[in-house]
């Protein structure tokens, strides 16, 4: 099965902008995306990635600049339907999580993020697209449905947690001792222990 990491390489995690400066967002986005391909290799499953711009990192990268709906529909299209993507921001992923988004047995096999969004899925059925927009793992549930698809569902903290915000980066910093995390700090990112929640700061 074709596996493919999208990841943007022109502008990327531009809500991060309040902490990150465009440099550093990209040089964080190549971080995460390392700790994905990690994980991935780690089951010995080729990957490759799909970029909006160049990106370094280490697996092959086609870079392609149309939005992520056209690129991932025309992947399913080429490949019948047999695909896997696996979003590049997410650095809490391990080996074992991959696991779990390809062990179920079913058409199509979703792993909700935390905020409505699809971080990632196995399809394994011809008639399967995807719409990225708004509330995207209702909408990919229903399209799979509709297309008589069988679907499973994977509750995966590690595949749930995508950075997308300032406020999600303690969750790097307490769960990943990978790329990512090692990158935070050395860009001076430490938590901080409130009396509500623990946070970030940098110093």
Do not use: Q
Not at 86 to 108: I, Q, S
Not at 124 to 145: E, K, L, N, T
Not at 179 to 202: I, K, P, Q
Request: net charge negative; with cysteine.
């Amino acid at each position: 099965m074709r596996v493919v990491v999208p990841v943007s390489g022109s502008d990327p995690k531009t809500r991060l902008a309040p902490v990150l400066t465009p440099d550093e967002r990209r040089d964080f986005t190549e971080a995460m995306l390392a700790d994905v391909l990690r994980s991935l290799e780690k089951t010995d499953r080729a990957t490759e990635v799909v970029a909006t711009a160049s990106v370094a990192c280490d697996a092959p990268v086609t870079v392609d600049e149309r939005g992520l709906d056209a690129l991932v529909n025309d992947l399913l299209a080429e490949t019948d339907g047999k695909l896997a993507v696996v979003m590049a921001d997410l650095p809490l992923l391990t080996p074992d999580a991959v696991e779990t988004l390809f062990a179920p047995d079913a058409d199509v096999v979703l792993a909700p993020g935390l905020g409505g969004g699809t971080n990632a899925f196995v399809s394994r059925h011809p008639d399967f697209r995807v719409d990225y927009h708004g509330a995207s793992i209702r909408d990919h549930r229903d399209i799979a449905r509709a297309a008589g698809a069988s679907v499973a569902e994977v509750d995966s903290r590690r595949l749930a947690t995508d950075i997308d915000v300032p406020g999600d980066i303690a969750e790097v910093l307490l769960h990943s001792d990978g790329a990512a995390a090692d990158w935070l700090r050395d860009a001076g990112f430490e938590l901080v222990v409130t009396d509500s929640r623990v946070t970030v700061e940098r110093v």
